[in-house]
T-cell receptor, first 114, second 114 residues
Framework: DVKVTQSSRYLVKRTGEKVFLECVQDMDHENMFWYRQDPGLGLRLIYFSYDVKMKEKGDIPEGYSVSREKKERFSLILESASTNQTSMYLC?????????????FGSGTQLSVL | AQSVTQLGSHVSVSEGALVLLRCNYSSSVPPYLFWYVQYPNQGLQLLLKYTSAATLVKGINGFEAEFKKSETSFHLTKPSAHMSDAAEYFCAVSEGQAGTALIFGKGTTLSVSS
């Protein structure tokens, strides 16, 4: 069965800490995405990548960076965590050159920044 | 740039009643449109997608959606609600071009009462 795995289900960090959220997919997908999900705001795109070492800013990239050194792994980095980054983070992947393909989602990481 | 608006953050129906979840989109090119569902404590999964082949799209679990270009709408329906349909539903739009990503609406929570 295809899988997108996020390394942590729950994470608690302190303000100012550097935070790494890891995502691995086993489907050899070209495209990977990071969204954050907040009540009443739906899913908002942070960053995405359509190839190794490539990255594109989404709608809300401020305060985040990403890394994609290998095709299967896409990391989201919070350089200095702040309380307004408390959220559910969802990783997704898809195949193909166009975005009419189905997204496969991980189960999410609930990050709390205290 | 594309965008999607879901009308109604919360919809409540009785078991056996019609389900109607509304979605309107904005896109500068013919769009690809999707409905995803998120059951409690789970990741998102694809319900159905429109990719210009047919305006009436059938998905999983008895759901369907109709693409209406004149109304820029892609409303999700199910003739008879079941308790297991209680979840959050997200409409999403894509322009299908390489280097772009799926943009989601804010979501609609469906409650089903017995």
């Amino acid at each position: 069965d295809v899988k997108v795995t996020q390394s942590s289900r729950y994470l608690v960090k302190r303000t100012g800490e550097k935070v790494f959220l890891e995502c691995v997919q086993d489907m050899d997908h070209e495209n990977m995405f990071w969204y954050r999900q907040d009540p009443g705001l739906g899913l908002r795109l942070i960053y995405f990548s359509y190839d190794v070492k490539m990255k594109e800013k989404g709608d809300i990239p401020e305060g985040y960076s990403v890394s994609r050194e290998k095709k299967e792994r896409f990391s989201l980095i919070l350089e200095s965590a702040s309380t307004n980054q408390t959220s559910m983070y969802l990783c997704a992947s898809s195949t193909g050159q166009s975005t009419n393909e189905k997204l496969f989602f991980g189960s999410g990481t609930q990050l709390s920044v205290l | 740039a594309q965008s999607v608006t879901q009308l109604g953050s919360h919809v409540s129906v009785s078991e056996g009643a019609l389900v109607l979840l509304r979605c309107n989109y904005s896109s500068s090119v013919p769009p690809y449109l999707f409905w995803y569902v998120q059951y409690p404590n789970q990741g998102l999964q694809l319900l159905l997608k429109y990719t210009s082949a047919a305006t009436l799209v059938k998905g999983i679990n008895g759901f369907e959606a109709e693409f209406k270009k004149s109304e820029t709408s892609f409303h999700l329906t199910k003739p008879s609600a079941h308790m297991s349909d209680a979840a959050e539903y997200f409409c999403a739009v894509s322009e299908g071009q390489a280097g772009t990503a799926l943009i989601f609406g804010k979501g609609t929570t469906l409650s089903v009462s017995s």
